[in-house]
């Protein structure tokens, strides 16, 4: 499967960009799919994640109440709604595919798109 991100952009804060991961070669309707983040001179942070069914959800603390995961199984994408954003949400986000059974656990994606850049600013 290949995984692409999109959707981001430039935004001020405060406001709102929707990211979209598609997936194309298979189908991502039996995978966990996660979104990450990765800043300049951070590591990368898992911010939300989400099992086949959506039944699961991981959202982190730094973006819980802002951000919100869903996804399409139907059209085979997932989807993170970012609301409410701040400049230190600026990074490279990044969708990838992993385990069902660890959705919260970074280590078990093995399968990563090409990423899509955020930038909130102040």
């Known amino acids: 499967v290949q995984l692409q991100a999109s959707g981001g952009g430039l935004v001020q804060a405060g406001g709102s960009l929707r990211l979209s991961c598609a997936a194309s070669?298979?189908?991502?309707?039996?995978?966990?799919v996660g979104w990450f983040r990765q800043a300049p001179g951070k590591e990368r942070e898992l911010v939300a994640a989400?099992?086949?069914?959506?039944?699961?959800?991981y959202i982190a603390d730094s973006v819980k109440g802002r951000f919100t995961i869903s996804r399409d199984n139907a059209k085979n994408t997932v989807s993170l709604q970012m609301n409410s954003l701040k400049p230190e949400d600026t990074a490279v986000y990044y969708c990838?595919?992993?385990?069902?059974?660890?959705?919260?656990?970074?280590?078990?994606?093995?399968?990563w798109g090409q990423g899509t850049l955020v930038t909130v600013s102040s």
């Open positions: 990838a595919a992993g385990s069902n059974a660890y959705v919260a656990q970074s280590r078990h994606y093995h399968t």
């Open positions: 070669g298979r189908t991502l309707s039996n995978c966990a």
């Open positions: 989400i099992d086949w069914r959506g039944a699961m959800r």
